[in-house]
Every structure is written in C-alpha cells, then in structure tokens.
C-alpha cells in the first residue's frame, strides 16, 4: 500500500495534495483496496462551499456505495471529467490521474488538522 509523502490524509481515507491556496483530492490507495472494483462516481458539488468533514460527493464499487469527505474547507472548482468515463483510475492510480476534485482552500488553518503520512498509516495498519 503507498502511502505518498507530500499528501495529507483524513480519518475517513480521503487525500489531499496543497498547491497554493488550491488543493486536490482523492481517496487513498488503502480505499481503494477496500472498496474493490469502482464503477461510478459523483460529484454534483462543483461550484459549491462546503465545510470540512462533509460529504462532497459519492463512490460506487460493485459491492457498496460510500461517502466523500472534504479534508478541509472549500470551494469545489472543479470535477476530474476523466472519471466519468474511466472510475476505475481511483483503483489503477488513486494519487495521480486519479484525483477526485480540485478545491479552493477557505481555511488554511484546517490543513494543519489533517493526518501526516506517518499518523496515517497507523490508522490503515491491522
């Protein structure tokens, strides 16, 4: 399981890489693992603010459909469209191509707030 370096990372599996005051965001390779085949993702919140900790959008597998969760506050710029044809890049590359969304940060406080790789790992470790 990789579990890069330069990324945050949320209680709930969610990853999030800053570049500037924009960030983006995906679920981790553990995730990915426990979800299995992904078939389908939405995402209707492009445009919207939403709060840390709320759903922004939702992951279908073959077994099970799940929540997202914002890692930290703010604007959804923008949806990867390449989902919506190939889901299953969350599974193949779930830190590169396969990115959820783009936001703009509201709070760069709550960064700060997010797991560290290494805290991160203890979670995912069984």
Do not use: C
């Not at 919207?48 to 073959?62: H, L, M, N, P, W």
């Not at 590359?93 to 805290?119: H, M, Q, R, S």
Request: no cysteine.
């Amino acid at each position: 399981m990789k579990i890069p370096e330069n990324l945050k990372y949320t209680k709930d599996h969610e990853w999030l890489r800053v570049e500037g005051n924009e960030a983006f965001v995906g679920i981790t390779d553990f995730a990915q693992g426990e979800l299995g085949d992904i078939v389908y993702i939405e995402v209707e919140t492009v445009g919207e603010t939403i709060g840390k900790e709320e759903t922004f959008g939702t992951i279908e597998a073959v077994k099970t459909v799940s929540d997202m969760f914002m890692p930290v506050g703010g604007e959804v710029l923008e949806f990867n469209a390449a989902l919506e044809s190939n889901p299953e890049l969350v599974n193949k590359d779930p830190y590169g191509e396969g990115w959820v969304i783009k936001i703009k940060i509201t709070n760069p406080a709550e960064i700060d707030e997010l797991l560290t790789p290494e805290k991160y790992s203890g979670l995912t470790v069984h």
